[in-house]
């Protein structure tokens, strides 16, 4: 009875075939369901929204809801916690053909996501790590962990001057979106937690790659490496420890 009203919420069973099991005509059965599914979504356009406001505020109120409804239908929540559901809404703004025209959306969602992400990551030890290793081991033979929260997105759109313009107030916020967009520029976003609240950096690639190799977890050898010679770590280091996005320097063999 659980899977056949589940299904008649999303539109895949005719609300005639409950009547079996409900003392209600089928017509009151449809208005039943069409009240669920209403609360249904609007359910969902508040949880995404939730998750994804600057997405929200680029597409606007009313082409949202029809978003969040649409998506609800195509991936409905697998669990009780509707902050863990709306990961593949990236994704499938990509694909859709009706937001072809706007291809910034889907990499601005992906970096709402990570935001997401960031403020229900788990707290980090707020004394800083233990820097005795760099000093005895090989670079090779160590590697450096982030605190939870920390995300890289490279994309070929201005995402991190879209986001950080939706966090400030001004008829000039956008000025600095519109110039990159004008320069064709993209954004290397680095994703990182400043106590309770998110922040988000624009940075150059260098450090973009040495990130995204912390994130593979190559060693430091291999991060500085992919790096390259443009990127100045000592620089980095200084600026990890001072903003606490740095958590241990560990061996690799340790897990």
Avoid at 69 to 79: L, S, T, V
């Amino acid at each position: 009875r659980q899977q056949l009203l589940v299904s008649a919420l999303w539109h895949k069973t005719d609300p005639a075939a409950l009547q079996g099991w409900l003392r209600q005509a089928p017509t009151a059965a449809a208005h039943g369901l069409a009240a669920y599914r209403g609360n249904a979504g609007a359910i969902a356009e508040r949880a995404l929204a939730g998750a994804y406001p600057t997405l929200a505020a680029l597409v606007g109120e009313e082409a949202f809801a029809a978003l969040a409804r649409d998506f609800w239908q195509h991936h409905a929540p697998e669990r009780g916690d509707l902050g863990e559901w709306g990961a593949a809404l990236p994704d499938f703004i990509a694909a859709s053909v009706a937001l072809a025209s706007e291809p910034y959306l889907a990499d601005s969602a992906r970096l709402d996501w990570l935001v997401h992400q960031a403020t229900r990551a788990s707290d980090a030890p707020e004394e800083p790590p233990a820097l005795e290793a760099p000093a005895d081991g090989a670079a090779e033979d160590l590697r450096l962990l982030l605190r939870p929260g920390c995300a890289l997105l490279s994309s070929a759109w201005p995402v991190a001057a879209i986001w950080q313009a939706h966090q400030r107030d001004g008829e000039d916020r956008f000025a600095e979106v519109r110039a990159a967009f004008a320069a064709g520029r993209g954004d290397n976003a680095f994703v990182w937690r400043d106590g309770f609240a998110v922040r988000v950096d624009a940075v150059d690639d260098p450090s973009a790659a040495f990130t995204r190799s912390m994130h593979l977890g190559a060693s430091l050898a291999d991060a500085l490496d992919a790096a390259g010679d443009g990127f100045a770590f000592d620089q980095w280091l200084v600026q990890a420890l001072q903003k606490r996005w740095l958590v241990a320097v560990q061996p690799m063999d340790q897990r």
